[in-house]
């Protein structure tokens, strides 16, 4: 119980953190701004990206490249919370259903956890950005058929953690796409 508690504080606190990022005014500089403004002005989420680059130590320092890396280790890490948040679910429903639903979600995580980011982290950094495309929008694939298992469903505990990781999905191909236009 004290563990699963720990997991909904650490999701609130994202969320909360998120919350306030993205609800504070971002300040641009006059004339053509910094690159990670440059980059995030290209997604279809500014906020996110911004908040997500700016707040990592790396990103002035980084290129377009570098700041995709960054992008896809956060969905790494978003996911690998998801997944974590996910097995504490399942061991405390007594919903068969919901237990059932849960380990489908569960089932389409740890690809996106334990193969599919990582292979796409690699290929950004090994200059394969058609593959890291290809693994990102994967990574989205398994998000979504997960998100399905719950449609139409009364009880959606993964819809909010989904839909970030959907947000951050389409920051990360953004970005890649980029690279991928060079």
């Given at each position: 119980m004290r563990r699963s508690s720990l997991f909904v504080s650490s999701f609130l606190l994202h969320i909360l953190l998120l919350s306030c990022i993205l609800f504070t005014p971002t300040h641009s500089?006059?004339?053509d701004g910094d690159l990670v403004d440059q980059i995030c002005k290209k997604t279809p989420f500014y906020d996110l990206c911004?908040?997500?680059?700016?707040?990592?130590?790396?990103?002035?320092?980084?290129d377009s490249k570098g700041m995709a890396l960054i992008m896809v280790n956060d969905i790494l890490a978003n996911a690998t919370d998801t997944l974590s948040y996910i097995e504490e679910l399942i061991k405390q429903t007594s919903d068969e259903q919901l237990e059932q639903q849960l380990a489908f979600c569960a089932e389409s995580y740890i690809p996106v956890v334990k193969y599919i980011l990582p292979q796409a982290a690699d290929a950004i950094n090994q200059g394969r950005f058609?593959?890291?495309?290809?693994?990102?929008?994967?990574?989205?694939?398994?998000?979504?058929?997960?998100?399905?298992?719950?449609?139409?469903?009364?009880?959606?505990?993964?819809?909010?953690?989904?839909?970030?990781?959907?947000?951050?999905?389409?920051?990360a191909a953004a970005i890649v796409k980029l690279l991928l236009n060079g």
């Open positions: 500089s006059d004339g911004s908040s997500i680059l700016h707040s990592n130590p790396l990103a002035p320092k980084s058609g593959f890291a495309s290809y693994c990102i929008v994967d990574a989205q694939k398994e998000v979504n058929a997960c998100d399905k298992k719950f449609s139409g469903a009364s009880q959606a505990p993964l819809s909010d953690r989904n839909d970030i990781m959907q947000k951050l999905v389409d920051v």
